[in-house]
């Protein structure tokens, strides 16, 4: 019986490196059969959904548009299903190839009769599938990070990623744009088919996934995962587990306890620098060569924390905290003999440098506002104690006082205040680094307990601001749908009444009363709907009943449909008129008008919609975009230089939720700190909020991918403070280094 807590790990059978591991198999058929099983009630759902379109279609072109969609699926099912079916396997039976790419599929022919840089149907189909793949990726983050660890634990010839692992949503969705492209329609078709695709494939994934770890894990792959598991160099050495938290994906869990540059390798970097002689390193002095004696560990020690709390009790402004570290030790060395200062020992000059360049690295850190700059400066004298005290602290990411600063910095991102004097959360931080200045000496566990009194009021503050956020949202989509239905409503009623004549009582019902209800529909059902459907069509049938019928057939058929279409028109508006008599008058008016105007009986105005009405339906007098042609020079330019590259395109939909921005807003000339909190799928827009969770700033996708290629929006680093720091740090001595390097900024 197998451990739970054992590692294994298994290569194919008789050492054969073309097969992959058997464990890996089990996950291929299984992924593969709740995925074919998918497809095939996804097809079964676009036959119905094409036939049903085609129906209810509203010309010719519509009509056989979704018919020839349906036709084609019919014909093409089979290949298509064989097809996904095959790159599937494809996919898997790369992982045990060398080399870290997947199979990439053929080159599309370019095609340049178009001013454009890239045609309008290739950016409709890849915003479909990077909209499915990031809602996929968020929804089944733990999950999916779960699988392809243990994958990439399974596989010897290559590190297994995002861009490899063959169950990736980013991998299945481009297979299923392949797929797509055997079809021969209209790109219309297309997305609706994506659309199910996302409703009926894509949900399934949370299964898939799960269904993939608990096969692993039976097989006794790595049954609890920890952020980063070595791959063995022998499959027959078992591995356990170090983490504390042993379900959570790398951003939602604790950190492992040693992590980072070390610090024999970051001396050997100085050391190598040193020999250099011709390269001075930024803020580096060299303690070693002092003519005093030399101080030893315990006696620097002893003297930083006897001027700990007396050197660092005023607060340091982000002007006067740089080279304040050096300057302590300065005052400490030379206090015995100012003409002769003391030395120390090597490892201890070394570490009081690279903690100083740490400090440095923070008052130059456009992540960090500089109010907390300035407080966790003030840290410079018990972060060095603590790292002269434990080599081990540039290496362990687990120590409670990089945890502590690490926090005070993630938190801090958003913040924004005129008076950090007034702010909650600042005046914490304030005291509980004046709380271990004065208090630090020897008993680190005063960072232990600190971080936990953050990690409380962080908890507080991160649920309040959750909540704030939903609504935020929440409203947004509310909005967002509103609005989408509204103006969707208006084009339909408008395009229909301009190709139209008719009494002005019928123009007027539309729009005063049709229009409400639609606007209803579409927000409780959708715009794809039997019940939106069979709201427009209405209007279609009205305007046909509105019309004067010459031949006996189409006399007969209006005779007919005419009790079927005043009670549909009745049963709309129950959903809009309550009193019952205003109701029943306002049909009456409507069977009225149509009788008079078959029998000829009575004279009535019949016209086009009025400028009036139009502009109740949304139409402004001299709205529309020009044309090429039509454009003067200055508009010609003005477009070319707002004109979108698909690169930023790309990178507005791949940019996760919950990243902070610098956002530059040009009409009120200021520069924000915002989350990105949510797309709203409804009319394709970003919402940015606030640290507190409102909603401050809303941008179209357009908008947003311009503003990033204009350098308006730049996306703030949320990798954990000291991580950044010592990996600027260590690039900057391999730099220097070399001959005729400079540091990097």
Not at 126 to 151: F, P
Request: overall charge negative; aromatic content about 6%.
């Amino acid at each position: 019986m197998k451990n739970k807590n054992d590692h294994i790990r298994l290569t194919g059978s008789n050492g054969n490196k073309a097969s992959i591991p058997a464990p890996v198999t089990l996950v291929k058929n299984s992924a593969k059969s709740i995925l074919m099983h998918c497809l095939e009630n996804l097809f079964n759902s676009c036959d119905d959904l094409f036939f049903d379109l085609s129906s209810r279609a509203t010309s010719n072109t519509e009509q056989n548009l979704y018919f020839e969609s349906m036709r084609e699926l019919r014909i093409k099912k089979a290949g298509a299903l064989s097809s996904f079916s095959r790159k599937v396997e494809e996919h898997f039976d790369a992982l045990n190839q060398p080399g870290n790419t997947a199979p990439k599929a053929p080159p599309k022919e370019p095609r340049g009769d178009s001013l454009s840089l890239v045609q309008d149907d290739d950016i409709e189909r890849d915003v479909a599938i990077n909209s499915m793949v990031s809602k996929a990726r968020g929804s089944n983050q733990e999950a999916l990070y779960h699988l392809q660890v243990r994958l990439d634990y399974l596989t010897n010839n290559r590190s297994i990623d995002s861009d490899n692992n063959p169950l990736d949503p980013q991998q299945l969705c481009n297979n299923f744009a392949d797929v797509c492209e055997l079809f021969d329609i209209h790109i219309k078709a297309k997305i609706i088919i994506y659309k199910q695709f996302d409703r009926l494939v894509i949900s399934q994934l949370g299964k898939v996934y799960g269904t993939a770890n608990d096969l692993l894990i039976n097989e006794g792959v790595i049954p609890k995962i920890s952020h980063s598991v070595a791959k063995s160099d022998s499959p027959a050495q078992p591995e356990t587990s170090t983490a504390n938290n042993d379900t959570a994906p790398p951003q939602a869990s604790a950190e492992p306890a040693s992590s980072g540059t070390q610090f024999n390798e970051l001396s050997t970097l100085l050391a190598g620098i040193r020999q250099l002689g011709a390269i001075q390193v930024p803020n580096y002095n060299q303690y070693t060569a002092n003519p005093g004696p030399q101080m030893s560990n315990h006696e620097l020690l002893t003297a930083l924390s006897n001027i700990q709390v007396e050197q660092t009790r005023q607060a340091l402004s982000a002007e006067n905290a740089a080279n304040s570290l050096h300057m302590f030790v300065d005052l400490i060395l030379s206090k015995s003999n100012p003409n002769a200062p003391q030395s120390v020992q090597q490892a201890d000059e070394d570490t009081i440098n690279l903690v100083a360049m740490f400090f440095d690295f923070i008052l130059d850190d456009q992540n960090l506002p500089a109010p907390f700059q300035a407080l966790i400066s003030r840290l410079q004298i018990p972060v060095l104690k603590v790292a002269l005290k434990d080599r081990g602290f540039f290496q362990n990411s687990g120590h409670p006082a990089r945890k502590l600063i690490n926090t005070i910095a993630s938190t801090a991102i958003g913040w924004e205040a005129e008076l950090p004097e007034k702010d909650k959360f600042y005046l914490l931080v304030a005291q509980i680094i004046q709380d271990i200045i004065e208090n630090y000496g020897q008993d680190e566990s005063i960072f232990s307990n600190k971080l936990t009194e953050l990690n409380e009021a962080v908890k507080q503050y991160e649920h309040r601001q959750a909540l704030i956020e939903k609504r935020s949202k929440q409203a947004a989509q509310g909005k967002a749908i509103t609005n989408t239905a509204k103006a969707l409503t208006q084009k339909t009623i408008l395009d229909l009444l301009k190709k139209a004549t008719l009494p002005p009582e019928i123009s007027q019902f539309l729009i005063d009363h049709w229009q409400a209800f639609m606007v209803s529909t579409f927000i409780k059902f959708g715009k794809d709907s039997p019940e939106w459907l069979d709201a427009t069509q209405l209007i279609h049938d009205l305007l046909w009943a509105c019309q004067t019928q010459q031949d006996a057939k189409s006399i007969a058929r209006l005779e007919k449909i005419k009790p079927a279409l005043m009670a549909r028109i009745e049963k709309g508006l129950l959903h809009i008129i309550t009193d019952d008599e205003d109701r029943l008058q306002l049909c009456q008016q409507i069977h009225q008008i149509i009788e008079q105007l078959q029998s000829n009986k009575a004279e009535l105005n019949i016209r086009p919609i009025s400028p009036a009405q139009a502009q109740e339906l949304g139409h402004t007098p001299g709205s529309g975009n020009k044309n090429w042609k039509e454009m003067t020079a200055l508009e010609r330019q003005k477009a070319q230089h707002q004109a979108l590259t698909y690169e930023f395109i790309k990178q507005a939909e791949s940019i996760a939720p919950n990243t902070w921005f610098d956002y530059q807003i040009i009409s009120e000339q200021k520069t924000v700190r915002c989350k990105l909190s949510a797309r709203i799928e409804a009319n394709d827009s970003y919402i940015f909020v606030n640290r507190f969770g409102f909603n401050i700033l809303e941008k179209t996708r357009k908008e947003f991918a311009y503003d990033l290629q204009q350098k308006r929006a730049k996306a703030l680093e949320s990798t954990p403070l000291f991580d950044r720091a010592f990996g600027n740090i260590t690039d900057n001595l391999r730099q220097l280094g070399q001959p005729n390097r400079q540091p990097t900024s």
